[in-house]
């Protein structure tokens, strides 16, 4: 029997639990568990399995703890908010847990997402004889497991990897974010990062952009982010010497979150509302639409993925593996927009990879640190189909 306890009823969430009871020789017994119980049991009621629900405060460990030695899971899926990890994290070496998350962990009062504190539960977690995978999203996450794929399979050394992530859909609203607005906000109004011959290199927020032709999405302006997946890949992929994220934003998005910054509606900083503190940025996440609200009428496709650049067999080579997912496809299987779809889908396969024992280990792990091909095999049976091409150009 395989337990499976997923933390986390939003979008994400309702797609990794969708995706569980496809394979149920596997996922054996599942539990959903959020704040809000009510959250739980609609997205049970649309399940063609049976599944157990909760209510727990993923910021309480001891709440956690007495859920997980309620249900005794084997494995605890986190697709809480990225602020919780570590409480989660901490129930499961309590309980002998397995653990699996989508995003790294980001502090509440600093918009600063590194590995550092989850890294940090490396020896725990060894000596636990537990296993910790972090980041089986899609960027990171799939990403990931492309970058240790080309450096297995196609590169003898990889200079550099382009981390491209295209989402050319249209769900009919003048702003909204494709995944919880606190986190997509924060993220996007900081710094640009990225490595360069063995360091950090800073820029302004959106400062760098380039226009890249996407398969099946076209020219779009693609502007440079700091990106989690970074951190852990200039460790992993061997002789990089550059690596670079980008993400498309259109001028409409763009000129909302200008406007938006502009009058502080962007801030983590607590400001004294008729008499109580407020921070503007949760207050702004209550106005825009609930991602999970914009699936229905979403139209459009993403094209995410990876241009490397190295060299094989003594001769320079260039690679482009990419997926291309599809709004309104992913509706229609599981009443989810392809952003939620894209990164749940891979965390239903790096739980599924650990439960077969396909992916095992002691401590804490990156995507790539793990062998790439069971992953990769997998996303094509399970909805997130990807091509190989060779690349032409610079970027």
Known sequence: ??????????????????????????????????????????????????????????????????????????????????????????????????????????????????????????????????????GSGFDPGVTNVFCAYAQKHLFDTIRTVDILDCNAGDHGHPFATNFNPEINIREITQNGKYWEKGQWIETGPLEKSIDFDYPAAGVKKSFLLYHEEMESLVKNIKGLERIRFWMTFSDNYIKHLDVLENIGLTSIEPIDFEGRQIVPLQFLKALLPDPASLAANYTGKTAIGCVFDGEKDGKRQQVYIYNISDHAECYKEVGSQAISYTTGVPAMIGAMLMLQGKWQGAGVFNMEELDPDPFMDALNIHGLPWTITDFHGSI
Request: charged fraction near 20%.
């Open 1 to 134: 029997m395989s337990k499976v306890l997923i933390i986390g009823a939003g979008g994400v969430g309702s797609v990794v639990i969708h995706k569980c009871c496809q394979v149920p020789e596997v996922f054996s017994e599942i539990m959903l568990a959020s704040r809000t119980k009510s959250k739980c049991d609609a997205i049970a009621a649309q399940l063609p399995r049976s599944i157990k629900t909760a209510q727990v405060d993923a910021d309480n460990v001891e709440e956690l703890v007495a859920l997980m030695k309620k249900f005794k899971p084997v494995l605890c899926i986190n697709v809480a908010l990225p602020y919780q990890d570590l409480t989660i994290m901490e129930a499961c070496l309590q309980c002998g847990v397995n653990y699996l998350d989508t995003a790294n962990y980001e502090p509440p009062d600093e918009a600063k997402f590194e590995y550092k504190w989850q890294w940090a539960y490396q020896e725990r977690f060894k000596e636990a004889g537990l296993m910790a995978l972090l």
